[in-house]
């Protein structure tokens, strides 16, 4: 399972767990899970990356690619992980 997979995993346990619960296997759930959110991440990223600008030195590329990369994951994991917490009984009165 890699990352993207244990966070959201994570996030299910604690926010999510009627849902948890409810999974036949969650082991290969949170892989597969983990496997498109990555594939989405790598989408996102290409996209939100642009062109190398003119005279843009190392730093700077290395700046705007990893700015991408965090943006992609922050759209990716909600997108796709992290669903909004279940109401708990107190909330249900």
Known sequence: MNEYGMRAQQHWR???PR??????DPETFFAQLGEEIETRVVELSQALEGEDRPG???????????????????????????????????EED
């Open 14 to 16: 604690r926010w999510l």
């Open 19 to 24: 849902r948890f619960e409810a999974l036949e």
């Open 56 to 90: 843009e030195q190392y730093l700077e590329k290395l700046g705007r690619l990893s700015m991408a990369k965090l943006m992609a994951e922050e759209q990716a994991m909600k997108e796709l992980a992290l669903l909004e917490p279940e109401a708990t009984g107190e």
